[in-house]
C-alpha cells in the first residue's frame, strides 16, 4: 500500500511563500495537492501526471507551482503571494494510472494525513 507524507507547512503572513512536500514510499503515476479549510469541502488544488503535465484550479494559478521528483517518489508545492484564503489541511494524494481530466476528482487511492498551511492578514 502506498503510504504518504507530508511536510514542510507552517504559518506564513499574506503575501508570504511556503513549499510543502510529500514524501511517498513508491511510485505512482499521478499526484495530487487537496486541501480542505475548516467548515469547506476538500478542493484539489492541483495535479501532476508521470510526464509532466499540470493542471491546477483558478484560485491558484499562477501563483501555486505542482512539481515531482520521480526517483525521490517526492511531490512538492510551491506557494507564492500566499492569502489568507489558502488557510487550510493540505492533502498529498495519489493514483496509479493516468491522471484525470477534471479539476474537481477527488477519488484518489492514497491519502497523507495532511499539513497545517496558515496564512494570517
Known amino acids: 500500500q502506498v503510504q504518504l507524507e507530508e511536510s514542510g507547512g507552517g504559518s506564513v503572513q499574506s503575501g508570504g511563500s511556503l513549499r510543502v512536500s510529500c514524501a511517498g514510499s513508491e511510485y505512482t503515476a499521478c499526484m495530487a495537492w487537496v486541501r480542505q479549510a475548516p467548515g469547506k469541502k476538500r478542493e484539489v488544488v492541483a495535479y501532476?501526471?508521470?510526464?509532466?503535465?499540470?493542471t491546477y484550479r483558478d484560485a491558484v494559478l499562477g501563483r501555486f507551482t505542482i512539481s515531482r521528483d520521480n526517483p525521490e517518489n517526492t511531490l512538492y508545492l510551491h506557494m507564492k503571494r500566499l492569502n489568507p484564503e489558502d488557510t487550510a489541511m493540505y492533502y498529498c494524494?495519489?493514483?496509479?494510472?493516468?491522471?484525470?481530466?477534471?479539476?474537481?476528482?477527488?477519488?484518489?487511492?492514497?491519502w497523507g494525513q495532511g499539513i497545517q498551511v496558515t496564512v494570517s492578514s
Open positions: 501532476i501526471d508521470l510526464y509532466g503535465r499540470t
Open positions: 494524494a495519489a493514483k496509479e494510472g493516468s491522471c484525470p481530466y477534471d479539476i474537481h476528482y477527488l477519488q484518489y487511492s492514497y
